[in-house]
């Protein structure tokens, strides 16, 4: 066995042709105190008494030998470049500086939206997600040592039928515009149509650009419409749905809060043979019509406000609810329920043959690796809100936002940009860039996003896009802070207007 | 095992095994919110009527203590790394470091909105880059794109990359080819991108047939997707040669990264040919595994294919004196593959990781895994022999078709009665090259006691009788569902008419 | 075991022959190499199918294989209790067990059949 040094670092090789992503890795890190050759990792058992027995009874004289078969020639002979490694006690203090330069959540009242909400989270929800059986475990393949997992995923796809009013859930995709493109595609297999698809302009940016981005190579026309006075009307949609369209998406509450006419369009898209994809706030499913109740064929939604963290862009929790008819075109793992050889109620995986390690290029989709722990997190969310629970969670949002709206643009000169009904978000009319308006009363909040961040809205909505900031209410902000923000904002207005 | 069977018929909570639906009573609830503190107005004033549900959803009514014992009695139901050795081939069931939970779970950094601005993220956007640069050099791929959500994201995304860069140069390629052992995500990917799947039968010992291959390269190949080690747990020995044809017909090699665990600090997929790879954050660089996810499938690739990747990517420059991250899309950028930045979690814990390890302390990981593997491997060969390969690397692939010719023993009888030692199953039946495949990956964070003891285990499993055997599991809460009664008549949800009393 | 009546193709399905109309299903040996069959997919009447097409799936827990046509011709008629009992594949494959009815469009394709000897053969080979 080799001792475990290293030499000191020799300088790392940038690559200058593609500067603006290479840089150099030493300026970032610290240096260890402890020299290398001291550290133990936490991690790994073997003492160099039982690895030396362990090479004996393999037959090898160093661990260097067990790598024979890895041609010499394509071997690193140097060290990786990485910073040195760090004790806990290092590791936490080198953290701790690094979070200190965020501004999360908890430092900051948080007004921000755009499909990640800043919702309540019960500590009960932290409990059973942070158990070790659910943590570390995996993929529930041998169903006799995974009955947690699968049961949990059972009552899961259950919760989410319940909530929406579909027929049948899997058990999670990675998040909301990739859920939202697998209902794509499998709009296509089940309608075999693949020349169109119609997508309403107020769907989240994001995910109209990931749709784009999976699509590339198919000759398939994403038709967007568009929606300028913040909902579409369901003529002009309607209009546009023809025999080669596959799908017709629409979000609601859609991507600037407001309210669609989903029954409507969906009534047209099924007059016509297309599927009706419904992007959904499970939130508002605590006082708004579910999808189902629209005629959605398929619902797709992003479940972070289920009980899942913001942490930056995920992980989170892709949900896919579908007919009961489409079931062996949907993507992604189901559990069913069945006996064991006892006659005991158990569960298992099913319907594995549609998925890649049976069907493989033939597959329903490409995943595998799922949102598991964050599916075990929306079933506990769900299970402790109940009914009234996610009823009052709603009713909140929804007059907490309206409060909102009222009092920040009561006396500040600022407007509602669109005068349409919403549900917990809504969208602001700056007088100047909504960036720098949203940066200067940044003391009472942060507000956001701005409409001009996402590259899409700006072509689409044009010059105006650049005052537009979006707006949201959770449960978790209160009155006063609210007023707070509006007094700041009617201060900054008039201190504006005053220069 | 009578006592253990004992135990569980004693201390096992009856209830457990309830629907959480079953368990629900009408006007029980867990969550009390605030009374509303703005005006209350009715809900008819603030949203159309029409557009009002007409009554609660239908969700079960429970206290939070009903939650909670529920699901902590479900949850010992699962084996987990933390209860269990899982020596899950292919899956790489390594410790995951509790330090990991508290830090990323630091204010700063799991309340960070994604639309926060720059200003309030430059710490986060610093540990994003540090990890770009250290997925690079492992790699020995210096672009790295950490949106990917999981391995078969990653490799669907580094597809992508592939095609905008051909187009780019105004070829039409449009095959990808993998061996036969490849993971089914790698025909499922290269379907969803585009591309017309070509699968290679390889040699009878795993390998890849250096004559078939050849036999389809041309001017349409666009990718040779190889995963390496092999899933035969076999250092692919031809590797450079391979690599050699692909880039001559003007292909790209894209490196399946699930068995990086064998080769950290030892070999890099850049140095043996690859153009492209995923990492399997929550595999190599111990993302909890969750249940079944979630993971986070960073890729890394060539540097002329940088241009293309995803955005956003974190870059970095500095005037001035200060240093400022900020969130770039790169110029001929295949566009978004997801929403928000990616599974920032778990890539956090990847980074916990390395920076605890450092370069000597990924590179005895791999030392250790692959010294563990070939350990359990000698001592259990005289019973399960290992048909290819004269060493492993971090995993093997043994054969039960001895004890199944002989005793009748089965690699699913052998799995199965593992479990009533608390063992969890190795990976069975897979890959097909292997007759009654067991592949078993014992990784780097178990002692030589832990496989002294599941060898011993093993050997006395081949002494028991088969027909026990066959019906085993026995101490197990349910043994061997009826998969064909699930898969006829489907149940995949409970309706309250088909309720029963669960008790 | 392969009854003398019918023709066979390599991909195991079996034709039975009555002026232009054909009965097609699948061989009790592949049947029993698939076990535990859970799912049927097959065609709706009126579908045209050329020889070799593929005009449904069967499905086991574990794998899944596609069916295809031995000769060409037009969907009549489709068994509708095969996908609600499976059984009737195990039990009676060659009988009970048909698939579909085909209005055959070139009835001397079935002459590229195997008979049920170079079927039998064929399987043995399979089988080893």
Redesign the interface.
């Known amino acids: 066995?080799p001792p475990?040094?290293?030499n000191s670092?020799p300088p790392?090789i940038i690559?200058r042709?593609?500067e603006?992503?290479?840089?150099d890795?030493k300026?970032?890190?610290r240096k260890?105190s402890k020299r290398?050759s001291e550290?133990v990792?936490?991690?790994?058992?073997?003492t160099p008494e039982?690895?030396a027995?362990?090479?004996r009874?393999?037959?090898?004289s160093s661990?260097e030998e067990?790598?024979?078969?890895?041609?010499r020639?394509?071997?690193?002979d140097r060290?990786?470049?990485?910073?040195?490694?760090?004790s806990?006690i290092e590791?936490?203090s080198?953290?701790?500086?690094?979070?200190?330069?965020?501004?999360?959540?908890?430092?900051?009242v948080?007004f921000?939206?755009?499909?990640?909400y800043?919702h309540f989270i019960?500590a009960?929800v932290d409990?059973?997600a942070?158990?070790?059986?659910?943590?570390?475990?995996?993929?529930?393949?041998?169903?006799?040592?995974?009955?947690?997992?699968l049961?949990?995923?059972?009552?899961y796809?259950?919760?989410i039928?319940?909530?929406t009013g579909m027929d049948?859930?899997n058990?999670?995709l990675?998040?909301?515009?990739?859920a939202m493109v697998e209902a794509v595609?499998m709009a296509m297999r089940v309608t075999g149509r693949r020349g169109k698809v119609i997508v309403l302009g107020s769907v989240?940016p994001?995910?109209r650009?990931?749709l784009?981005?999976?699509l590339?190579?198919?000759d398939t026309e994403i038709v967007t419409v568009p929606t300028p006075h913040g909902t579409a009307d369901p003529g002009d949609v309607a209009r546009l749905i023809d025999d080669r369209t596959a799908a017709v998406i629409v979000q609601h509450p859609n991507f600037f809060g407001c309210?669609e006419s989903p029954r409507e369009i969906f009534a047209a898209a099924k007059q016509r043979g297309a599927l009706s994809i419904s992007v959904f706030d499970p939130i508002s499913?605590?006082?708004?019509?579910?999808p189902a109740?629209h005629g959605a064929d398929i619902a797709v939604a992003?479940g972070q406000s289920l009980g899942i963290?913001?942490?930056?862009?995920?992980?989170?929790l892709g949900i896919f609810a579908c007919r009961q008819e489409y079931?062996?075109q949907m993507p992604g793992?189901?559990?069913?329920?069945?006996?064991?050889?006892?006659g005991?109620?158990?569960?298992?995986l099913?319907?594995?043959?549609r998925?890649?390690?049976?069907?493989?290029?033939?597959?329903t989709?490409?995943?595998?690796?799922?949102?598991?722990?964050?599916a075990?997190r929306a079933?506990?969310y769900?299970?402790?809100?109940?009914?009234?629970?996610?009823?009052?969670?709603a009713?909140?949002c929804?007059?907490?936002a309206?409060?909102a709206a009222e009092q920040l643009t009561a006396n500040t000169g600022l407007k509602l940009a669109f005068d349409r009904?919403f549900?917990k978000e809504f969208v602001l009319r700056c007088p100047d860039d909504a960036?720098e308006f949203?940066?200067r009363v940044r003391s009472a909040g942060?507000i956001?996003?701005g409409l001009s961040?996402f590259p899409t809205l700006a072509d689409e909505l044009g010059a105006s896009a650049k005052n537009l900031l979006l707006v949201a209410v959770t449960?978790s902000r209160?009155?006063s802070q609210?007023d707070c923000l509006a007094k700041t904002i009617r201060s900054e207005c008039s201190s504006a207007t005053k220069k | 095992m009578l006592v253990r069977d004992e135990e569980m018929t004693f201390m096992r909570n009856r209830q457990a095994t309830n629907l959480v639906f079953e368990l629900s009573q009408p006007g029980r609830r867990a969550a009390a919110y605030p009374a509303c503190d703005v005006p209350a107005r009715p809900l008819s004033e603030l949203l159309p009527s029409n557009q009002l549900a007409s009554q609660s959803p239908d969700l079960p009514e429970l206290t939070e203590p009903d939650v909670i014992r529920h699901f902590t009695n479900l949850s010992t139901l699962n084996m987990s790394v933390d209860t269990h050795f899982y020596p899950l081939g292919s899956c790489t069931m390594k410790y995951n470091p509790k330090r990991h939970e508290r830090l990323a779970s630091l204010p700063g950094l799991v309340d960070l909105h994604p639309y926060q601005t720059e200003d309030a993220q430059q710490g986060m956007l610093a540990i994003l880059f540090e990890l770009q640069q250290m997925l690079g050099e492992i790699a020995g791929l210096p672009a790295v794109s950490l949106q990917p959500a999981a391995g078969a994201h990653g490799e669907m995304t580094a597809l992508l990359t592939a095609a905008a860069y051909f187009h780019d140069r105004g070829e039409r390629r449009t095959k990808v080819l993998f061996p036969q052992s490849a993971h089914g995500t790698n025909p499922a990917s290269a379907a969803i991108a585009g591309f017309d799947c070509v699968q290679l039968k390889g040699q009878a010992d795993g390998f890849v047939d250096l004559e078939e291959l050849k036999a389809h390269l041309d001017d349409k190949t666009a990718v040779f997707m190889i995963t390496n080690p092999n899933t035969l747990g076999l250092f692919e020995r031809d590797i450079a040669k391979i690599a050699h044809l692909l880039h001559d017909v003007g292909g790209l090699v894209y490196i399946d990264g699930a068995n990086m665990n064998a080769i950290l600090g030892i070999t890099r997929p850049g140095d043996f040919g690859g153009d492209m790879m995923h990492y399997n954050v929550h595999k190599t660089f111990t993302g909890p595994h969750g249940s079944g996810g979630p993971g986070a499938g960073p890729i890394a690739v060539r540097d002329f294919l940088a241009d293309y990747l995803p955005g956003p990517i974190v870059t970095r420059t500095q005037l001035e004196g200060a240093t400022r991250y900020q969130l770039t899309t790169p110029p001929k950028s295949i566009g978004r593959v997801r929403s928000h930045f990616g599974n920032v979690g778990i890539l956090l814990r990847g980074y916990l990781y390395l920076r605890t390890l450092g370069a000597a302390g990924l590179k005895a990981v791999s030392e250790q895994a692959v010294l563990n593997a070939n350990y359990l491997r000698v001592k259990l060969e005289d019973v399960l022999p290992v048909p290819h390969g004269e060493r492993c690397m971090h995993e093997f692939v043994a054969s039960a078709q001895k004890s199944k010719s002989e005793k009748g023993i089965t690699a699913l009888d052998i799995a199965k009665r593992l479990l009533d030692y608390g063992y969890y199953a190795p990976t069975v039946y897979f890959p097909l090259v292997v007759p009654e495949a067991l592949m078993v990956e014992p990784t780097e964070t178990e002692s030589q006691q832990t496989l002294d003891d599941f060898a011993d285990t093993i050997r006395t499993i081949l002494n028991e009788s088969p027909e026990f055997l066959h019906s085993a599991p026995h101490a197990t809460p349910v043994s061997r569902p009826d998969e064909v009664k699930a898969g006829r008549q489907l149940v995949l949800r409970w309706k309250r008419h088909c309720a029963r009393n669960g008790k | 075991m392969a009854p003398g009546h019918l023709k066979y193709a390599k991909t195991h399905e079996w034709l039975a022959l009555a002026g232009d109309v054909g009965t097609i299903g699948i061989s009790d040996f592949a049947v029993k190499e698939l076990t535990d069959l859970v799912y049927m997919g097959l065609p709706s009447v009126g579908k045209k199918l050329s020889a070799g097409d593929v005009f449904g799936e069967i499905e086991s827990v574990k794998a899944v294989s596609d069916l295809y046509a031995p000769v060409s011709g037009e969907v009549i008629e489709v068994n509708t209790n095969i996908p609600n009992d499976l059984d009737l594949l195990s039990k009676d494959a060659f009988g009970k067990g048909w698939l579909i009815k085909l209005r055959l469009s070139n009835p001397a394709e079935a002459s590229t059949l195997l008979d049920a000897a170079a079927y039998e053969q064929q399987c043995a080979a399979d089988h080893h």
């Open positions: 066995m475990l040094t290293s670092a790392i690559d042709t593609a603006h992503i290479f840089f890795i300026t970032l890190s260890s290398e550290f990792v936490a991690y790994l058992f073997n039982s690895q027995d362990m090479l009874t393999v037959g090898v661990v067990l790598f024979d078969q890895v041609p020639e394509l071997r690193l060290p990786l470049q990485l910073p040195p490694p760090l806990e590791l936490e080198h953290l701790r500086d690094i979070a200190r330069q965020n501004v999360g959540a908890s430092g900051q948080s921000l939206g755009g499909g990640i800043d019960p009960a409990a059973i942070g158990r070790s059986e659910f943590y570390t475990s995996y993929t529930p393949y041998q169903a006799e040592a995974s009955q947690g997992s049961q949990t995923f059972f009552e796809q259950t919760l039928c319940q909530l049948v859930s058990a999670s990675y998040e909301g515009a990739t595609l989240h994001e995910y650009e990931t784009t981005t999976y590339r190579h198919f309210l499913l605590g006082i708004l019509e579910r109740d992003e963290p913001l942490q930056y862009g995920g992980p989170y079931l062996r793992r189901l559990i069913g329920e069945t006996v064991d050889r006892e005991r109620r158990c569960f298992v099913t319907l594995g043959t998925e890649q390690h049976i069907r493989r290029d033939k597959a989709s490409n995943i595998c690796t799922n949102q598991g722990l964050l075990v079933t506990v769900l299970s402790l809100l109940g009914p009234r629970g996610l009823r009052e969670v009713e909140l929804c007059r907490k309206h409060y009904p549900f960036a949203a940066h942060d956001g996003p961040r449960e209160t009155k609210i």
